[in-house]
């Protein structure tokens, strides 16, 4: 049977109403509700919530870290709820994923933000001593996106997200590739899930100014995240483009976001696989929503980029992408980058 949230709605005031889908006795039925909300944003949905889960406890959660989810999934315990919801942007959900995953408890995501496909993943991804890690855990329950959030979320951010889900068109690539060469196998559901969610997108002229936009981004995301679940891995989402993300925010940590991140490992991807069509189409659709599209373009060098390049493969170990198909040498590399920074450079 496929996995399913009991309910996705992407729409204005979801935050104002979450009420309304807290009543529903398949969601909780003692009332024992619990909120968690970030630091930036947590008293004004505070507020918001109150006249419709007066008796929900608020909790804050500090950052995306692992100490802060095991705090929270420690809270979660003494308090014996029944269900918690995580509302906020994607450290605050994460968090509240790990920590529900701690407590036993199911978990409602409520987005305010559309970075990148982890609203629904099965995956938390957190930070803690040694870097950054990513955690297997249930997927959320329930999906609210509320785009009067969406709206006022910082743009670039919001933009990011397209890229992580276009990245799904190389992630496919590579899974297939692993099939070919290494009999990996694989779930021709998850895949068209992943696909479906980046072809939804990737042609679409309008952006993130208009509700229709967001509504589709909100739902590629949401589907990218449930093809994970299907799948029971990242396959379908991650391929060379994410080992090439986790590679600059290991080498160079703090250098972008991770959709943006996404985006430009997917295109880099398609051309080494002299995808000539491809490549252009997403170019394009990263072009014509600001997002960045060569090194230079987070602040990279050529041979900052190549180091990333040569580092990638190492960053998931056992995943066979182009990166591993091809075993370039380091001289190979810095040529492949170069003639991708003379092709899309501006």
Known sequence: ?????????????????????????????????????????????????????????????????????????ADLRKGAYEVVV??????????????????????????????????????????????????????????????????????????????????????????????????????????SMARTAAEALIGRKDSIESDAFLTVLAESLILSGMSMVVAGSSRPASGGDHEILHAVDQLFPGTSNHGELAGIGAAFCFFLREDAARVEQVVDCLRRHELPVVPADIGLSGEQFAEVVALAPATRPGRYTILEHLRMQDSEIRDRVGDYVRAFGR
């Open 86 to 191: 995580g509302v906020g942007g994607g450290k605050t959900i994460d968090a509240t994923k790990y920590a529900a995953s701690l407590a036993g408890i199911p978990m409602v995501a409520v987005a305010t933000n559309l970075s990148h496909d982890g609203i629904c993943s099965p995956t938390a991804s957190l930070v803690y001593e040694g870097g950054k890690g990513t955690f297997g855990v249930p997927m959320p329950l329930a999906i609210l996106v509320d785009l009067d959030f969406v709206h006022n979320a910082p743009q670039t951010l919001v933009r990011a997200g397209v890229g992580d889900v276009v990245s799904n068109l190389s992630a496919i690539e590579d899974w297939q590739l692993g099939n070919v060469e290494r009999g990996e196998p694989i779930d021709g559901l998850a895949c």
């Open 1 to 73: 049977m496929l996995p399913a949230p009991l309910t996705m709605d992407v729409r204005r005031g979801a935050v104002a109403e979450l009420g309304a889908l807290l009543a529903d006795s398949r969601v909780a039925t003692s009332g024992r509700v619990a909120v968690a909300v970030g630091p930036g944003q947590g008293d004004h949905i505070e507020s918001l919530i109150a006249p419709t889960l007066g008796e929900a406890e608020v909790f804050r959660v500090a950052d995306g870290t692992v100490d802060a989810a095991v705090s929270l999934g």
